[in-house]
């Protein structure tokens, strides 16, 4: 079946400007995680969404980070007034939690590289 | 110190060889443990859970040393495909249990 997909695979802003960035996950699995990985680091995690719960808005690293997801399903990330730092992968993954023995195995989509000029 | 470290390589291996990645976590409580590999420019992929007894999936076994809290990767006969950076991947216990925490990577190249 279809994979997690994101949109888009790049994105070139100017520094100040908005971006949204899209995820959809693997067809009915209910959590969903956004992570950002700069040149050399490892995985961030940004935020959590599980079902119907609160999100875990945690790794947020600012308030200029904002995520929703609509439905149970496609989720958008958006960053306002980005910065130069702001400049990564942005990495979506989702997961069938609860489903028992691979419950945490995460899949993760391709990814939008975000250059920030 | 940070919650899982690794030592980021690079690890260069000529075809065959046999290789050992090692990770250490800080948190006592971390519940599971996996091994991702991502390669260049791509998106990370589970390669394997991290069982305490020990696991073996043809050529890699991973092991968990939960009194040291160290966990180890062992690639036997290396091929050219393995070519990756391997990611040491920890999961607390309790209520934050979805909130995996991933090392930096190690970085594999094998070569002809």
């Known amino acids: 079946g279809a994979g997690v997909s994101q949109s888009p695979s790049n994105k070139v802003t100017e520094k100040g400007k908005d971006v949204e960035l899209r995820c959809d996950p693997i067809?009915?699995?209910?959590?969903l995680y956004w992570y950002r990985q700069s040149l050399g680091q490892g995985l961030e995690f940004l935020i959590y969404?599980?079902?119907?719960?609160?999100?875990?808005k945690s790794g947020l690293p600012s308030d200029r980070f904002s995520a929703e997801r609509t439905g149970g399903s496609v989720s958008t990330l958006t960053i306002q007034r980005t910065q130069q730092e702001d400049s990564a992968v942005y990495l979506c993954a989702s997961t069938n939690k609860g489903a028992g023995g691979s419950a945490y195995e995460q899949y993760f989509g391709p990814g939008t590289r975000l250059t920030v000029t | 110190r940070k919650e899982v470290e690794q030592d980021p390589g690079p690890f260069n291996v000529p075809e065959g060889a046999t290789v050992a990645f090692n990770c250490t976590y800080s948190?006592?409580?971390?519940?599971?443990f996996f091994w991702y590999r991502q390669d260049c420019r791509k998106e990370p992929k589970l390669l394997m859970s991290v069982y305490s007894s020990g696991n073996e999936d043809g050529r890699f076994t991973a092991q968990l040393n939960r009194a040291s809290q160290y966990i180890s990767l062992l690639i036997r006969d290396s091929k050219l495909s393995d070519s990756a950076t391997y990611l040491c991947v920890a999961r607390p216990g309790g209520g934050s249990n979805y909130k995996l925490t991933f090392g930096k990577g190690t970085l594999l190249t094998v070569n002809p």
């Open positions: 969404f599980q079902g119907n719960s609160a999100p875990d």
């Open positions: 948190n006592s409580a971390s519940q599971s």
């Open positions: 067809s009915g699995h209910t959590a």
